[in-house]
T-cell receptor, first 113, second 112 residues
Protein backbone atom coordinates (compact mmCIF):
# COMPACT_ATOMS: atom_id res chain seq x y z
CA UNK A 1 0.00 0.00 0.00
CA UNK A 2 0.96 3.60 -0.25
CA UNK A 3 3.13 4.84 2.58
CA UNK A 4 2.17 8.00 4.33
CA UNK A 5 4.82 10.08 5.94
CA UNK A 6 5.32 13.56 7.26
CA UNK A 7 4.55 16.04 4.53
CA UNK A 8 7.34 18.55 4.76
CA UNK A 9 6.66 21.96 3.30
CA UNK A 10 9.19 22.71 0.60
CA UNK A 11 10.77 26.01 -0.28
CA UNK A 12 12.46 26.24 -3.68
CA UNK A 13 14.88 29.11 -4.14
CA UNK A 14 17.17 30.16 -6.95
CA UNK A 15 20.85 30.04 -6.16
CA UNK A 16 21.99 33.46 -5.04
CA UNK A 17 18.57 34.58 -3.81
CA UNK A 18 17.69 35.01 -0.16
CA UNK A 19 15.66 32.32 1.62
CA UNK A 20 13.18 32.81 4.42
CA UNK A 21 12.04 29.79 6.40
CA UNK A 22 9.24 30.27 8.88
CA UNK A 23 8.25 28.51 12.07
CA UNK A 24 5.30 28.95 14.38
CA UNK A 25 6.05 27.86 17.92
CA UNK A 26 3.52 26.62 20.38
CA UNK A 27 4.42 27.63 23.91
CA UNK A 28 4.25 31.27 24.95
CA UNK A 29 6.54 30.40 27.89
CA UNK A 30 9.34 29.25 25.57
CA UNK A 31 12.37 31.48 25.94
CA UNK A 32 15.06 29.75 23.92
CA UNK A 33 14.87 28.95 20.22
CA UNK A 34 17.22 27.10 17.92
CA UNK A 35 17.46 26.44 14.20
CA UNK A 36 18.95 23.17 12.96
CA UNK A 37 19.92 22.09 9.46
CA UNK A 38 19.72 18.42 8.51
CA UNK A 39 21.32 17.24 5.32
CA UNK A 40 20.39 13.89 3.84
CA UNK A 41 21.93 11.05 5.82
CA UNK A 42 23.28 13.29 8.58
CA UNK A 43 22.29 14.44 12.03
CA UNK A 44 20.73 17.83 12.74
CA UNK A 45 23.40 20.51 12.78
CA UNK A 46 23.11 23.62 14.96
CA UNK A 47 22.87 26.82 12.92
CA UNK A 48 21.88 29.64 15.22
CA UNK A 49 19.95 30.29 18.41
CA UNK A 50 18.13 33.21 19.99
CA UNK A 51 16.81 33.96 23.45
CA UNK A 52 13.50 35.61 24.09
CA UNK A 53 15.09 38.86 25.27
CA UNK A 54 16.18 39.48 21.68
CA UNK A 55 14.18 39.86 18.49
CA UNK A 56 17.02 39.47 16.01
CA UNK A 57 20.33 37.70 15.87
CA UNK A 58 22.77 37.47 13.01
CA UNK A 59 25.33 34.86 12.11
CA UNK A 60 27.33 34.20 9.02
CA UNK A 61 24.82 34.53 6.14
CA UNK A 62 21.96 33.69 8.51
CA UNK A 63 19.62 35.84 10.55
CA UNK A 64 17.00 34.66 13.00
CA UNK A 65 14.01 36.86 13.78
CA UNK A 66 11.74 36.30 16.74
CA UNK A 67 8.25 37.75 17.08
CA UNK A 68 6.94 36.78 20.48
CA UNK A 69 3.64 38.56 19.97
CA UNK A 70 2.57 36.10 17.31
CA UNK A 71 4.87 33.25 18.40
CA UNK A 72 6.76 33.25 15.14
CA UNK A 73 10.35 32.51 14.31
CA UNK A 74 12.08 32.88 10.96
CA UNK A 75 15.44 31.97 9.52
CA UNK A 76 16.82 34.10 6.72
CA UNK A 77 19.65 32.77 4.59
CA UNK A 78 21.42 35.31 2.43
CA UNK A 79 22.75 34.44 -1.02
CA UNK A 80 21.50 30.86 -0.86
CA UNK A 81 23.96 28.28 -2.12
CA UNK A 82 23.51 24.67 -3.30
CA UNK A 83 25.07 23.51 -0.02
CA UNK A 84 22.16 25.07 1.84
CA UNK A 85 19.80 22.42 0.44
CA UNK A 86 18.56 20.51 3.48
CA UNK A 87 15.67 20.20 5.91
CA UNK A 88 15.55 23.00 8.46
CA UNK A 89 14.01 22.50 11.91
CA UNK A 90 13.16 25.05 14.52
CA UNK A 91 13.09 24.02 18.18
CA UNK A 92 11.80 25.77 21.28
CA UNK A 93 12.41 25.24 24.95
CA UNK A 94 11.59 26.68 28.34
CA UNK A 95 14.92 27.10 30.09
CA UNK A 96 13.39 27.22 33.54
CA UNK A 97 11.49 23.99 32.91
CA UNK A 98 12.56 20.62 31.60
CA UNK A 99 15.48 20.03 29.29
CA UNK A 100 13.21 19.07 26.42
CA UNK A 101 13.14 20.74 23.06
CA UNK A 102 9.93 20.86 21.05
CA UNK A 103 10.84 20.43 17.41
CA UNK A 104 8.86 21.66 14.44
CA UNK A 105 8.18 19.26 11.59
CA UNK A 106 10.75 20.91 9.37
CA UNK A 107 10.94 22.70 6.02
CA UNK A 108 12.79 21.32 3.04
CA UNK A 109 14.89 23.92 1.22
CA UNK A 110 15.73 23.19 -2.39
CA UNK A 111 18.25 25.40 -4.08
CA UNK A 112 17.82 25.61 -7.84
CA UNK A 113 20.89 26.15 -9.99
CA UNK B 1 36.21 20.38 16.77
CA UNK B 2 34.32 18.47 19.47
CA UNK B 3 31.55 16.21 18.22
CA UNK B 4 29.09 13.65 19.46
CA UNK B 5 30.04 10.23 18.16
CA UNK B 6 27.72 7.28 17.68
CA UNK B 7 28.33 3.64 16.90
CA UNK B 8 27.44 1.71 14.90
CA UNK B 9 26.49 4.04 12.06
CA UNK B 10 24.42 1.33 10.40
CA UNK B 11 22.86 -1.82 11.80
CA UNK B 12 20.83 -4.50 10.05
CA UNK B 13 19.42 -7.21 12.27
CA UNK B 14 16.67 -9.76 12.42
CA UNK B 15 13.53 -9.45 14.46
CA UNK B 16 14.04 -10.68 18.00
CA UNK B 17 17.72 -9.84 18.17
CA UNK B 18 19.22 -7.46 20.71
CA UNK B 19 20.50 -4.13 19.44
CA UNK B 20 22.87 -1.88 21.37
CA UNK B 21 23.65 1.63 20.20
CA UNK B 22 26.41 3.70 21.76
CA UNK B 23 27.02 7.40 22.09
CA UNK B 24 30.00 9.40 23.27
CA UNK B 25 28.83 12.88 24.26
CA UNK B 26 30.99 15.96 23.85
CA UNK B 27 33.50 16.19 26.69
CA UNK B 28 32.15 18.45 29.41
CA UNK B 29 28.52 18.11 28.40
CA UNK B 30 26.32 16.89 31.24
CA UNK B 31 23.02 16.30 29.44
CA UNK B 32 22.51 13.48 26.95
CA UNK B 33 19.43 12.88 24.84
CA UNK B 34 18.26 9.95 22.72
CA UNK B 35 15.97 10.69 19.77
CA UNK B 36 14.36 8.54 17.12
CA UNK B 37 13.59 9.85 13.65
CA UNK B 38 11.19 8.26 11.21
CA UNK B 39 9.35 9.50 8.15
CA UNK B 40 6.05 9.00 9.93
CA UNK B 41 6.79 10.61 13.29
CA UNK B 42 9.68 12.97 12.70
CA UNK B 43 12.04 13.52 15.64
CA UNK B 44 10.83 11.90 18.87
CA UNK B 45 12.57 12.24 22.22
CA UNK B 46 13.04 8.82 23.80
CA UNK B 47 15.00 9.60 26.97
CA UNK B 48 17.48 12.00 28.48
CA UNK B 49 20.04 12.16 31.24
CA UNK B 50 21.56 14.87 33.36
CA UNK B 51 24.81 14.15 35.14
CA UNK B 52 24.31 10.49 34.14
CA UNK B 53 20.98 10.25 35.97
CA UNK B 54 17.91 9.46 33.88
CA UNK B 55 15.49 12.38 34.04
CA UNK B 56 12.81 11.33 31.63
CA UNK B 57 12.28 8.17 29.61
CA UNK B 58 8.57 8.59 29.01
CA UNK B 59 9.07 8.54 25.26
CA UNK B 60 10.54 5.07 25.29
CA UNK B 61 8.66 1.75 25.00
CA UNK B 62 9.50 0.41 28.45
CA UNK B 63 9.09 -3.25 27.71
CA UNK B 64 11.86 -3.47 25.14
CA UNK B 65 13.95 -0.30 25.30
CA UNK B 66 16.47 0.66 27.95
CA UNK B 67 18.89 3.58 28.19
CA UNK B 68 21.88 3.89 30.49
CA UNK B 69 24.96 5.99 31.11
CA UNK B 70 27.61 3.71 32.57
CA UNK B 71 29.97 6.68 32.76
CA UNK B 72 30.18 10.29 31.65
CA UNK B 73 31.70 9.35 28.30
CA UNK B 74 29.25 6.65 27.27
CA UNK B 75 25.50 6.45 26.81
CA UNK B 76 23.79 3.32 25.54
CA UNK B 77 20.38 2.59 24.08
CA UNK B 78 19.38 -1.05 23.98
CA UNK B 79 16.46 -2.72 22.26
CA UNK B 80 15.62 -6.28 23.27
CA UNK B 81 13.92 -7.89 21.45
CA UNK B 82 13.97 -5.74 18.34
CA UNK B 83 10.96 -5.51 16.04
CA UNK B 84 10.58 -4.26 12.45
CA UNK B 85 8.72 -1.17 13.70
CA UNK B 86 11.91 -0.13 15.52
CA UNK B 87 13.55 0.56 12.16
CA UNK B 88 14.55 4.22 12.27
CA UNK B 89 17.48 6.54 12.69
CA UNK B 90 18.49 6.94 16.32
CA UNK B 91 20.26 10.14 17.30
CA UNK B 92 22.16 11.01 20.42
CA UNK B 93 22.60 14.66 21.39
CA UNK B 94 24.52 16.27 24.22
CA UNK B 95 24.58 19.69 25.84
CA UNK B 96 25.53 21.68 28.89
CA UNK B 97 22.49 21.95 31.09
CA UNK B 98 19.68 23.57 29.17
CA UNK B 99 21.94 25.05 26.51
CA UNK B 100 22.14 24.01 22.89
CA UNK B 101 21.91 20.32 22.08
CA UNK B 102 24.48 19.01 19.62
CA UNK B 103 23.55 15.95 17.63
CA UNK B 104 25.59 12.96 16.58
CA UNK B 105 25.50 11.46 13.07
CA UNK B 106 22.92 8.83 14.03
CA UNK B 107 22.60 5.05 13.91
CA UNK B 108 20.51 3.78 11.03
CA UNK B 109 18.71 0.67 12.23
CA UNK B 110 16.89 -1.79 10.01
CA UNK B 111 15.11 -4.68 11.66
CA UNK B 112 14.08 -7.38 9.22
Amino acid sequence: GESVGLHLPTLSVQEGDNSIINCAYSNSASDYFIWYKQESGKGPQFIIDIRSNMDKRQGQRVTVLLNKTVKHLSLQIAATQPGDSAVYFCAESVTSGTYKYIFGTGTRLKVLA
Amino acid sequence: DARVTQTPRHKVTEMGQEVTMRCQPILGHNTVFWYRQTMMQGLELLAYFRNRAPLDDSGMPKDRFSAEMPDATLATLKIQPSEPRDSAVYFCASGRGRETQYFGPGTRLLVL
